[in-house]
């Protein structure tokens, strides 16, 4: 299970705009979120006979795995994201997988020649607030499987070095590993350097409900997904306000749409609760 936050990983957060758990996910949860990417993602062994343009694949939400989606339902990640945006209303912004592999070489939307950039430019409306980071979105970017040197880690700059991108620090670790970091940290891509093998990446952002300028993705026409439509249906009243329903006694919820939603989320009302 997930590793609870402590207050020496907030205060490493805030010091540094990002955040590196090693060994966030482990045993039986990890080898069967595992599996669920590598049927989702192809190894390298798969595609090198036609590569993918660019040498990489971006995989849209929501995933078709359940083990994957049921990950985003992570309350120990979700109250470190309340206390962090100052708010207990706090919404899912639709995340994805990415596959890196040889040849691809990095950079990102907005970056100079060092690759550097933040995430803001594609994920909000709004410039960067300077005084309020509340104002900006957190990414939960995850490694399932092992990223060494040469397989094109993220490199993430600390707040102290300003844009001085000589102090990068390369995202090399082991499966499973968490990296917390928000839409205005530094970071880069970089390039895949090793003849074979694959980097994979999944995760998802979580930003303020009341900041509707904001997202990387959206997904309210993801309603009648099949994969999707169950997972929502595995959700408490509670958990399903992250991901943009109405709460518990919203005058919505009718008799009429209730058996709607019942037909179109089987297990909705499950627990009774509406």
């Given amino acids: 299970m997930p590793i609870q936050f402590t207050d020496s990983h907030f205060d490493e957060f805030a010091e540094k705009g990002y955040l590196i758990v090693p060994d966030y996910y482990s045993g039986e ?23 993918p343009q660019g ?10 795995e359940m083990a994957l989606l049921r990950g985003i339902v992570d309350h120990d990640a979700w109250g470190f994201a309340r206390k962090w945006l100052k708010t207990e209303h706090i919404q899912f912004r ?24 933040i995430d803001n430019g594609n994920n909000s409306l709004l410039p960067q607030s300077e005084s309020a980071p509340e104002f900006g979105q957190l990414v939960f970017w995850v490694h399932l499987e092992d990223v060494d040197e040469d397989q094109a880690p993220l490199r993430l700059l600390a ?7 000589t102090h990068y620090e ?19 891509a970089s390039d895949y350097l090793r003849e074979d093998g694959q980097r994979f990446t999944w995760g998802f952002g979580l930003g303020r409900a ?24 595995t959700l408490t009243a509670a958990e399903r306000e992250v991901f943009r329903f109405p709460p518990a006694g919203h005058p919505y919820y009718t008799p009429q749409t209730l058996n709607a939603l019942e ?6 009302n499950a627990r009774g609760e509406y």
Avoid at 170 to 188: A, E, M, R
């Fill in 29 to 51: 949860q990890l080898t069967e979120m595992q599996a669920a990417q590598r049927r989702v993602l192809p190894i390298w062994d798969d595609v090198k006979d036609d590569p």
């Fill in 55 to 64: 040498r990489a694949i971006l995989t849209e939400f929501p995933s078709s």
């Fill in 263 to 268: 037909e179109q989320y089987p297990g909705w």
């Fill in 170 to 188: 390369p995202l090399v670790c082991k499966g499973g590993t968490l990296c917390i970091f928000s839409n205005y940290t530094f970071h880069s």
């Fill in 210 to 233: 009341d900041h509707v300028w904001e997202g990387f993705r959206h997904y309210t026409d993801k309603g009648r997904h099949g994969e999707f439509s169950k997972f929502i249906g």
């Fill in 94 to 117: 639709a995340g994805c997988m990415i596959a890196r592999y040889p040849g691809f070489k990095g950079g990102g939307v907005g970056s100079d020649a060092a690759g550097l950039h």
């Fill in 159 to 165: 707040n102290k070095y300003g844009r001085d991108t």
